[in-house]
């Protein structure tokens, strides 16, 4: 069948044609955009549903869980800041990698690195406390990840006896070949900076007399530590120290 020309078709019908696109194009324009909303973070997928769709296969359950995790903040057309989520959620979402795969560090990366991170107290405690609860399941591998606990506990929370909580299990627990001297030598630090100079120095000449150490420069770096304490602890006890604070 052949075309009608354009010309053919009636004026009223062309107009009516003009203002029906006049109309769509102007509520277009007047539309306000479209928003994105941040839906909640879900639970975890239960065991049996992990182990129906990976067929048993954990350790890639668990990689998948980790990169659905982290891709959460980043929803199409929002960016959600990670202190607007639920950190209990989380928490079960992190505990189920390792459930999957006792030997993935990845997830204790992500609590310490991404959502320890937050401008929240609360939540950034969260985060450390799930790292120091899981670190004594493999203590020679995990330590860097409470190490890294006790500096942001330090630094960001300015909370020492947490830190020194962090710090002083790495020195009891984590003992291992690969654990460096610096990692087990991190209560002593705290402990100067919180005033305890006396138990400083009793870890500190522990560490320098049970012949662990080999680099001599961390010898005397630590030699002079000791030393420095030593002089405090008498500065402090002299007279003249005493009658200057009263």
């Given at each position: 069948?052949?075309?009608?020309?354009?010309s053919a078709v009636p004026k009223p019908v062309l107009?009516?044609?003009?203002l029906a696109l006049a109309l769509q194009i102007f509520w277009s324009l007047?539309?306000?955009?479209?928003?994105?909303?941040a839906h909640a973070l879900p639970s975890p997928p239960s065991r049996d549903v992990i182990a129906a769709v990976?067929?048993?296969?954990?350790?890639p359950a668990s990689q998948a869980l980790a990169l659905y995790l982290q891709a959460f903040d980043n929803q199409p057309g929002i960016s959600?800041?990670?202190q607007h989520l639920d950190y209990s959620v989380v928490i079960q979402w992190l505990e189920r990698m390792l459930e999957l795969d006792g030997h993935a560090q990845y997830p204790l990366l992500m609590a310490t690195h991404l959502y320890a991170q937050v401008p929240d107290p609360v939540r950034q405690k969260q985060m450390l406390d799930f790292t120091y609860q899981h670190f004594f399941a493999a203590p020679n591998q995990r330590w860097q990840w409470l190490a890294h606990a006790a500096i942001v506990a330090k630094h960001r929370l300015h909370d020492l006896p947490l830190a020194l909580k962090y710090a002083q299990a790495i020195t009891r627990h984590a003992n291992g070949p690969d654990v460096?001297?610096?990692a087990q030598q991190m209560p002593i630090f705290i402990l100067e900076e919180m005033g305890e100079t006396e138990s400083a120095k009793i870890l500190l000449g522990g560490l320098l007399a049970?012949?662990?150490?080999?680099?001599?420069?961390?010898?005397?770096?630590?030699?002079?530590?000791?030393?420095?304490?030593?002089?405090?602890s008498v500065e402090k006890s002299s007279p003249l120290s005493k009658s200057r604070q009263h």
């Amino acid at each position: 069948m052949a075309e009608r020309a354009i010309s053919a078709v009636p004026k009223p019908v062309l107009a009516l044609l003009a203002l029906a696109l006049a109309l769509q194009i102007f509520w277009s324009l007047r539309a306000p955009p479209p928003q994105a909303n941040a839906h909640a973070l879900p639970s975890p997928p239960s065991r049996d549903v992990i182990a129906a769709v990976s067929f048993g296969e954990r350790i890639p359950a668990s990689q998948a869980l980790a990169l659905y995790l982290q891709a959460f903040d980043n929803q199409p057309g929002i960016s959600i800041p990670f202190q607007h989520l639920d950190y209990s959620v989380v928490i079960q979402w992190l505990e189920r990698m390792l459930e999957l795969d006792g030997h993935a560090q990845y997830p204790l990366l992500m609590a310490t690195h991404l959502y320890a991170q937050v401008p929240d107290p609360v939540r950034q405690k969260q985060m450390l406390d799930f790292t120091y609860q899981h670190f004594f399941a493999a203590p020679n591998q995990r330590w860097q990840w409470l190490a890294h606990a006790a500096i942001v506990a330090k630094h960001r929370l300015h909370d020492l006896p947490l830190a020194l909580k962090y710090a002083q299990a790495i020195t009891r627990h984590a003992n291992g070949p690969d654990v460096p001297h610096w990692a087990q030598q991190m209560p002593i630090f705290i402990l100067e900076e919180m005033g305890e100079t006396e138990s400083a120095k009793i870890l500190l000449g522990g560490l320098l007399a049970n012949n662990t150490l080999s680099d001599p420069h961390e010898i005397r770096f630590l030699t002079e530590r000791l030393n420095a304490l030593e002089t405090q602890s008498v500065e402090k006890s002299s007279p003249l120290s005493k009658s200057r604070q009263h």
